[in-house]
């Protein structure tokens, strides 16, 4: 692919998708700052080109140059108003600069385009639970809840959110629910036996290990979990076994 771009441009070529999709062929390869020179230039071609801002703003922030970065998606944005990914990006750079209110705006904004999104609505809360509180987190999860808050994802965090904010009984009430609705899902399992050890109810941490143990056929996570709390009871046989187990299916994986 590079080849045939770089024939097009040395023919005399000056659309902007030809630099775009060098800049893109050059981005895979590595060669960051060629491809920042090349969206450079599809801008010079075409200045209202928001696919290359959009390009040329990732490069910046793969490179942590992240002024540039936020200057090249804001103007993408401006441009075209439908760029969800873009404002996910933005949103992105505007939690790691503690920029509250942007990450707010531009969450919103790809909610709004994409309203069923599950993953969105993770991502926004959880900035919200990092830049504010859980409490503030919880309380945005419930307000944009819609047909995608009954997914896995959205209710497990819904569950650690009140898990963090010390409501022990709904947290496990909200997990219990999970385990009912995705019944091969270890995940709420595991998030039980997490509940059950802080309050040191270590016959219930040891059931939620061995019903996800057994969901979870081919995973050596709840065996070592479970090696752990064997250890701390001071059962080292039980212990044992079980990261003999897990050893077991690391080798089998890596085969």
Request: with cysteine.
């Amino acid at each position: 692919a590079l080849v045939a771009y770089n024939r097009a441009i040395e023919a005399g070529i000056q659309e902007p998708g030809a630099f775009l999709g060098r800049a893109e062929t050059l981005a895979a390869a590595g060669r960051r700052e060629e491809a920042i020179a090349d969206c450079s230039r599809a801008i010079t071609i075409d200045p209202d080109n928001a696919e290359a801002y959009v390009v040329r703003g990732g490069l910046y922030f793969d490179l942590d140059n992240l002024h540039e970065a936020c200057t090249d998606l804001d103007k993408a944005i401006a441009l075209d108003a439908t760029l969800g990914e873009a404002m996910l990006v933005r949103a992105e750079l505007a939690v790691r600069q503690n920029e509250a209110e942007i990450a707010t705006q531009m969450y919103k904004r790809a909610a709004d385009i994409s309203p069923d999104e599950a993953e969105i609505i993770i991502r926004w809360v959880r900035a919200t639970a990092r830049l504010q509180s859980s409490q503030h987190a919880f309380t945005l999860l419930e307000k944009i809840g819609n047909a995608a808050t009954d997914s896995v994802d959205l209710l497990l965090l819904r569950g650690d959110l009140l898990a963090k904010m010390d409501k022990v009984e709904a947290a496990a009430s909200v997990y219990q629910k999970v385990s009912r609705l995705f019944p091969d899902d270890t995940e709420p399992h595991l998030r039980l036996a997490d509940l059950a050890m802080q309050e040191e109810r270590f016959d219930d941490a040891l059931a939620a290990y061995k019903t996800a143990i057994g969901l979870g056929i081919g995973d050596p996570v709840p065996l070592l979990l479970r090696a752990s709390l064997f250890t701390q009871l001071k059962r080292p046989e039980e212990a044992q076994s079980d990261r003999n187990s897990a050893d077991e299916i690391r080798r089998h994986r890596g085969r």
